[in-house]
């Protein structure tokens, strides 16, 4: 065993690699009081939420409406991405499979608050 190491956290430092700078930053529009996103296009069909986390992060998610859906998919992304970097695939599958779509970040990941595993 190395020391100072479990192989937990070794496996961890190898597993997760969200993307650093975050592709996307959350702010409030003045004008709206609503959260938006930047570093994404403007949708007035994407919700941007922060939810709370038994921990006390906030964890970043887009949420994709579209008036046709019947359903509604939760998507949890890879180890490599962040939000801002799945915003096309979102609104592509949004139309194609006329669903409504939430996507959300990892502690750690994007805007989202708190550490990741390798962290």
Do not use: W
């Not at 009081?33 to 069909?45: E, I, K, T």
């Amino acid at each position: 065993m190395l020391s100072g190491c479990s192989v937990s956290s070794l496996a961890a430092r190898f597993a997760f690699f969200p993307p650093e700078p975050a592709t996307y930053a959350v702010r409030k529009d003045e004008a709206t009081g609503r959260l938006v996103a930047s570093g994404v296009p403007r949708d007035n069909a994407m919700d941007v939420l922060l939810v709370d986390t038994r921990r006390g992060n906030k964890v970043v998610a887009f949420y994709f409406r579209n008036p046709c859906a019947r359903l509604t998919v939760l998507y949890s992304h890879g180890n490599a991405a962040d939000l801002g970097q799945l915003y096309d695939l979102f609104v592509q599958l949004k139309v194609n499979l006329k669903i409504n779509l939430m996507g959300y970040d990892y502690s750690g990941y994007g805007a989202s608050t708190g550490k990741h595993p390798r962290s």
